[in-house]
């Protein structure tokens, strides 16, 4: 949950911004008259039809109809979520993004979440490199090295506290490993890692944060052969699709998704050629999906 970014500031921020050099830095622009034109980044088209205007802040295309502020140019071009946009438009400027006080501590829980699933990412990318079998696996399926790079695949070990131990050396409390979902505690109150002994797949949101992973077992121990994690501050399963984000980033236009059933689906399909592939995290396609 975070805190609202005041309507002053939003506005503030578009009138700062040059929509000449955010558009110009991303697009190939030529001086026409007062205005500024281009090939539109968002439909194929041999002839500029894309016009910027630095009178009035605004880009517009006459062949698709997009146009708008820096700022939407921005969300529509690096496909970026409001907040992102603000924010980068802001960096880009020098400025700090204000945030409503009242929800300053869940701001703060939800940072700490994210760097401690990002940290988590990095050590199981770390570990597969040195776990023959989990690459094997890899490779058995098809996979190339660039592939399982560009899904962030790795592995976890087989130790009950094998990357609890690791991130509490780097600072991440218990707490904030339990509410990531990286760990679990039981009915006698002892914690140990969530995952283990399982390939890793982690699950990004659209601004390409890891949120959550999806771990596929290896070997014949007990255990669901694909383990999800839980519902937490920054991860509501019937709201996130997997492989959505790496879709996004491959593909400028998508217009159209292809929804399977799993994690290692999507990514078989991308080392086939197939980018716009995604898939729902063990619950049913519902409208939040959709949207």
């Known amino acids: 949950m975070a805190g609202l970014i005041p309507q002053s500031f939003i506005n503030d921020l578009i009138d700062r911004a040059d929509i000449v050099d955010v558009v110009g830095s991303r697009?190939?622009?030529?001086?026409?008259?007062?205005?500024?034109?281009?090939?539109?980044?968002?439909?194929?088209?041999?002839?500029?039809?894309?016009?910027?205007?630095?009178?009035?802040?605004?880009?517009?295309?006459?062949g698709c109809q997009e146009s708008g502020s820096a700022l939407t140019f921005l969300m529509k071009y690096e496909r970026m979520e409001f907040v992102e946009a603000v924010e980068t438009?802001?960096?880009?400027?020098?400025?700090?993004?204000?945030?409503e006080k009242s929800n300053r501590n869940y701001v703060e829980v939800d940072q700490r979440i994210f760097q401690a699933l990002e940290k988590a990412e990095r050590v199981y990318k770390q570990q597969l490199r040195g776990m023959p079998a989990a690459v094997d696996y890899l490779k058995g399926r098809g996979l190339t090295g660039v592939t399982a790079r560009d899904?962030?695949?790795?592995?976890?070990?087989?130790?009950?506290?094998s990357?609890?131990?690791?991130?509490?050396?780097?600072?991440?409390?218990?707490?904030?490993?339990?509410?990531?979902g990286l760990t679990i505690k039981n009915d006698s109150g002892r914690v140990y890692d969530r995952f283990r002994h399982r390939i890793m797949f982690p699950i990004r949101d659209v601004r390409g944060r890891v949120i959550g992973f999806g771990g596929r077992k290896l070997g014949d121990e007990?255990?669901?052969?694909y383990l999800n994690?839980?519902?937490?501050?920054?991860?509501?399963?019937?709201?996130?699709?997997?492989?959505?984000?790496?879709?996004?980033?491959?593909?400028?236009?998508?217009?159209r998704l292809l929804v399977v059933e799993g994690y290692m689906d999507v990514v078989a399909l991308a080392q086939g050629g197939f980018r716009n592939a995604v898939a729902t995290l063990g619950t049913a396609t519902g409208e939040a999906h959709y949207q």
């Not at 899904?151 to 506290?161: C, D, L, N, R, V």
């Not at 937490?232 to 593909?251: D, H, I, S």
Request: net charge negative; glycine share 8%; with cysteine.
């Open 151 to 161: 899904f962030g695949i790795g592995y976890a070990p087989e130790g009950w506290h």
């Open 163 to 180: 990357l609890s131990e690791v991130l509490l050396d780097e600072d991440v409390s218990a707490e904030v490993m339990l509410k990531a």
């Open 229 to 255: 994690s839980p519902e937490t501050p920054v991860f509501a399963k019937n709201q996130e699709l997997y492989g959505l984000y790496e879709a996004r980033k491959a593909l400028r236009n998508i217009d």
């Open 27 to 62: 697009v190939a622009l030529k001086k026409s008259g007062k205005n500024y034109s281009g090939l539109c980044p968002f439909h194929d088209e041999k002839s500029p039809s894309f016009s910027v205007s630095p009178d009035k802040q605004f880009f517009h295309c006459f």
């Open 89 to 99: 438009l802001a960096k880009d400027l020098g400025l700090t993004v204000p945030r």
């Open 222 to 225: 007990e255990g669901p052969k």
